[in-house]
């Protein structure tokens, strides 16, 4: 039996109309006030508590069109984004909502007893709009709101004013439901994703709209939840969890995908059958944005992305991998990484024909103190190079590869070695990346091939472990012993 709060048994008509002004001017008052969920485990309905997390996101879901969220697994997350659609479609008549989620008997559970089940839950007096469709998939109220609920494939017909996508990384076609909704969201509509993490799929769209929305390089909010946003969670919990974690699997990737304590944690590829263990990669992460405001001397590159700018005294080095440049061909990658450290000073990625990829490497080896550049000697490679011998005076500026000629040849046996390099770097702790791009792309690397997997880029990766191999050489230049 549910019990009533003080709130729902209200009787006077003027207590009533304050009441529903309250509500109307703020989702955060009316969820927590007005608001339940289904506690499985006692298998009741439950006043909603707000933690302090929910409440934020509450409020950031008012100041933002598009949302997406990664977070750790019984957050509450998805009821509570429910109940801001349920205060939409009260308090904001005509609001056209599509829910969706993995199944259609998924989305149907979301609509029809989460959703209506929040609704039927309301005191009589607020419960002022009839009903007039009711099933399953379709719930219409007499104002003008209506709730529908689809499979990912569904929904293309409707304009929607609000979007819900349910654990969107485990959508089976997340690019055909925001096809399908792009029109709404053109228009103006609003859209949340979320999800838990579905390490299967490494590079997945969710993953890339939240990694790009990180940086603020889409419209998307980027939010992320870890395990410790829910209040009862102690250390000693978490302690626990991964004890268990350890004890049935021998490794932590199952922790990182449902009980991440940072969004590098859930992101991150499952560690089997990697070149580079999860672990050492994490230890030479720190996420930095790229400056807003280059100095005047920079180059003036499209789309290059800036962390560290050229210090005197420090000497540097780029890894360059190129492509072939055009609209359907893989990235060109420029990496900049300082000598002695490691550290991801700068990154330029984009489809840059060989002789424009060139000219970029060669700004930017002028202006991080005449760095050292490792190309990659590969079908476009011989391009990059034609260029940089015919125009940079300074020849020792272009590195050479382990045949003693300008360049590292990309064969099976240089991508070994490569790696082997990279691989040691990050075990000693002498790298430090600082784009999640990047940082993702070199987790990937499979152990097997020393490439991405199937379908996926590793440009970024290869200009990494270019440029890696390049501190090596430019070490060895300046001792003499290369």
């Not at 003036?300 to 560290?308: D, E, G, K, R």
């Amino acid at each position: 039996m549910v019990q009533p709060r003080q709130v729902d048994v209200l009787t006077d008509e003027l207590a009533q109309a304050t009441e529903w002004a309250r509500c109307a001017a703020s989702p955060l008052y009316f969820i927590g006030a007005y608001g339940w969920v289904f506690n499985a485990t006692e298998q009741a309905w439950l006043p909603f508590a707000l933690w302090p997390a929910q409440a934020w996101v509450v409020v950031m879901l008012l100041r933002y069109r598009l949302v997406v969220m990664c977070k750790a697994r019984q957050l509450g997350m998805t009821w509570l984004v429910l109940g801001y659609v349920l205060w939409l479609m009260i308090f904001r008549p005509g609001t056209v909502v599509g829910i969706f989620s993995r199944t259609e008997t998924d989305a149907g559970e979301l609509l029809d007893f989460r959703l209506k089940g929040m609704y039927a839950l309301l005191p009589e007096w607020m419960r002022c709009a009839a009903v007039l469709t009711d099933n399953v998939y379709r719930w219409e109220l007499s104002n003008g709101s209506i709730a529908m609920a689809f499979p990912t494939t569904g929904g293309r017909q409707h304009t929607f004013s609000f979007i819900l996508a349910d654990e969107a990384d485990f959508q089976p076609d997340l690019a055909a439901l925001l096809r399908a909704v792009k029109p709404a969201i053109d228009a103006g509509g609003r859209m949340v994703m979320l999800s838990t993490i579905d390490k299967r799929r490494p590079l997945s769209l969710f993953k890339t709209i939240y990694a790009a929305g990180k940086v603020k390089a889409n419209q998307w909010l980027a939010i992320f939840l870890p395990w410790s946003a829910r209040p009862d969670r102690t250390p000693d919990w978490y302690a626990g969890v991964m004890g268990d974690v350890l004890a049935n699997t021998g490794v932590l990737d199952d922790l990182h995908q449902e009980y991440p304590a940072t969004d590098v944690e859930a992101l991150a590829p499952r560690s089997a059958d990697k070149r580079i263990p999860s672990a050492w990669l994490q230890l030479c992460y720190v996420e930095v944005k790229p400056l807003a405001v280059l100095p005047e001397a920079s180059p003036t590159l499209p789309q290059l992305a800036v962390f560290v700018t050229p210090a005197a005294g420090h000497t540097y080095v780029l890894g360059v991998d190129p492509a072939e440049g055009n609209p359907t061909s893989d990235d060109s990658a420029i990496c900049v990484l300082d000598v002695e450290t490691g550290e991801e000073c700068a990154a330029l990625v984009g489809k840059f024909q060989p002789a424009v990829l060139a000219a970029y490497a060669a700004q930017l080896s002028t202006w991080y103190n005449g760095a050292g550049m490792m190309v990659g000697r590969n079908n476009h490679g011989h391009a990059v190079l034609g260029w940089l011998r015919d125009n940079v005076r300074q020849r020792q500026r272009i590195l050479k590869g382990q045949d003693k000629r300008e360049g590292w040849v990309e064969t099976t046996l240089g991508k070994v070695l490569l790696y082997d390099a990279l691989t040691e770097s990050f075990k000693a702790r002498m790298m430090l990346l600082h784009e999640m791009a990047t940082y993702l792309q070199v987790a990937n690397i499979e152990g097997s091939s020393l490439r991405a997997p199937a379908g996926q880029a590793d440009d970024r990766a290869d200009a990494v472990a270019l440029a890696n191999m390049a501190r090596r050489v430019a070490s060895q230049v300046s001792t003499g012993g290369y």
